[in-house]
């Protein structure tokens, strides 16, 4: 498949695309239109953040099948756009964690230390000690808004200067706090007039543009030092301002603004303001990371896999992943045999979730099953990202029922519809080292098949000699039948299914034989 790549990108990550064999193309400086124009040759799309992947660029992409963005946010890609469109699209979320913590930490001693201002007087041949008298973190309270992964690990990094720590985190557990050595408080203005330091660790959203004021700086403690590695906005700069000249604040580090590049604010040319180019996640470890992770992560989505970063995939923590991942494959097929048995269209799924695995969030195999159904029926992409979209649009509703109980089995999954009042059911197994998907019922019957690329199935009067009749037909026609198996009912009713794997497609005149010389009632020819 074919890769774009319109930003710089480690050369590792462009190693790992080509050694799995695809195709590379770096273009770098692309205007929007010249994007639009070649997008539609291209399986896959990376970016960093200075590209604008938006809903022009994802329509035109109509063979686009993930975008990479090698980095933390998405803010530069439609996510809506691509999930109608059934696009993947995923990050690097861990890449730059230590860096941007370790920027943090820079600009908290660069802030009370002066280092800045005290370096700009020496270039100019200046030596002034007097002017840039600095401030300690030893024994200084910081207060660290937004408890998550960088947040966490600038906990770590301040707690070795001896500084106390304090938090903000309406997501953050207290016991997640308390492990990192945090007071956690439970509203933000109980923890302003107590820092001395604060940092904010925030997503870009309406909760957190904005967050900080006139009014929260109002109630900090005088002489307080900010800082911003995070997202632009969240401190309002203009209503800074008259704070930073004041001395309320004592000092200011900005490493991200609302719009970028940024090369002017109301609190450009402040002495007490430290203003970086976005450098967070610029290191050359951060940058590797960023490439390599993101390079593995558009693998995956090539390969049709799971993408453990894909923002428009509800994510799974591993714990529940590792339960649930054999039922994935598993789910997928109930739902193409599901839409091969059933005579009607579907309206309406019910899937039954049994023995160990009813213990788990199993949401996600509602949409593996979802995008089984569709993935016969329809010629747009089908996968984890739009299969809940095309059922909402084609109004076809799923539920997921939950049986704790074991019964024959640890865990069992099947599926249901209705056509009109006629039962379609189909349930299957995940078993063995590898996960072999067993099909263990079909129409209510019982039976233990694992499935091949070609499954006969066929209804019948149950009496001798029919599965010799059954033989000669497909035999005549040359059709191997490699594996088969006879389902039964806990009640006689005089009736037999049977399910055979056979190693070609069976073409209608040699159904039509069937049906003739072995009485088939009723049958049906599936392709996985």
């Not at 009370?112 to 309270?141: D, P, V």
């Not at 609190?267 to 970086?276: E, K, V, W, Y």
Request: charged share 20%.
């Amino acid at each position: 498949m074919r890769v774009l790549i319109s930003e710089k990108l480690a050369a590792n990550a462009l190693t790992l695309l080509e050694t799995a064999g695809q195709t590379v193309d770096v273009k770098l400086g692309l205007t929007n239109e010249e994007i639009i124009e070649i997008i539609p040759d291209y399986d896959a799309l990376i970016v960093r953040s200075a590209t604008k992947v938006t809903r022009e660029v994802i329509e035109a992409g109509s063979n686009l099948k993930i975008i990479g963005r090698a980095g933390v946010g998405v803010d530069n890609v439609d996510v809506e756009a691509a999930t109608e469109r059934g696009i993947i699209v995923c990050n690097a979320p861990t890449s730059n964690v230590v860096s941007a913590a370790e920027q943090t930490m820079c600009l908290l001693l660069a802030s009370a230390r002066k280092t800045a201002q005290a370096n700009a007087s020496m270039q100019q041949g200046e030596w002034n000690r007097s002017a840039y008298t600095g401030r300690e973190l030893f024994h200084k309270t910081l207060a660290i808004v937004g408890l998550g992964r960088i947040g966490g690990l600038v906990a770590e990094r301040a707690a070795a200067f001896g500084m106390e720590l304090v938090g903000y985190d309406p997501y953050c557990s207290v016991e997640r706090a308390a492990a990192l050595g945090v007071t956690k408080y439970e509203t933000i203005d109980e923890v302003l007039p107590l820092a001395d330091f604060i940092t904010v660790h925030l997503p870009k959203n309406k909760e957190t543009i904005g967050m900080f004021g006139a009014k929260q700086f109002a109630k900090m403690k005088d002489g307080v030092f900010l800082v911003n590695t995070a997202r632009g906005g969240i401190y309002n700069l203009a209503e800074m301002v008259e704070f930073l000249q004041s001395g309320k604040i004592g000092g200011v580090a900005i490493d991200v603004f609302e719009s970028e590049p940024c090369t002017s604010s109301p609190i450009h040319g402040i002495d007490n303001a430290i203003l970086t180019p976005h450098l967070g996640a610029s290191t050359v470890e951060a940058q590797e990371r960023a490439g390599v992770q993101i390079a593995e992560y558009v693998l995956l989505g090539l390969e049709n896999k799971m993408v453990p970063t894909a923002v428009n995939v509800k994510l799974v923590p591993d714990d529940v992943m590792g339960a649930v991942a054999p039922y994935i494959p598993a789910c997928e097929t109930l739902g193409v045999v599901l839409a091969q048995l059933s005579r009607e269209a579907i309206a309406n799924v019910e899937l039954t979730v049994s023995g160990e695995l009813a213990e788990y969030d199993v949401s996600l195999l509602g949409t593996a099953a979802l995008r089984g159904i569709f993935s016969r029926n329809t010629d747009d992409p089908v996968n984890f990202v739009n299969a809940n979209y095309i059922a909402q649009q084609r109004g076809v509703g799923i539920t997921i029922k939950k049986d704790s109980k074991l019964h024959e089995y640890n865990s069992k999954v099947s599926l249901l519809t209705m056509n009109g009042t006629r039962r379609i059911e189909v349930g299957c197994i995940a078993s063995g080292p590898h996960a072999e998907i067993r099909i263990v019922s079909l129409l209510d019957y019982k039976l233990d098949l694992i499935p091949k690329k070609y499954v006969l199935v066929m209804k019948y009067e149950d009496t001798p000699g029919k599965l010799g009749r059954i033989g000669t037909v497909l035999g005549n026609a040359n059709i191997n039948i490699s594996t088969m198996e006879i389902g039964t009912l806990e009640k006689a009713t005089g009736e037999a299914i049977v399910l055979m794997n056979v190693d070609d497609p069976v073409p209608p005149a040699v159904y039509d034989e069937l049906v003739a010389s072995v009485g088939v009632n009723e049958g049906w020819f599936i392709e996985l």
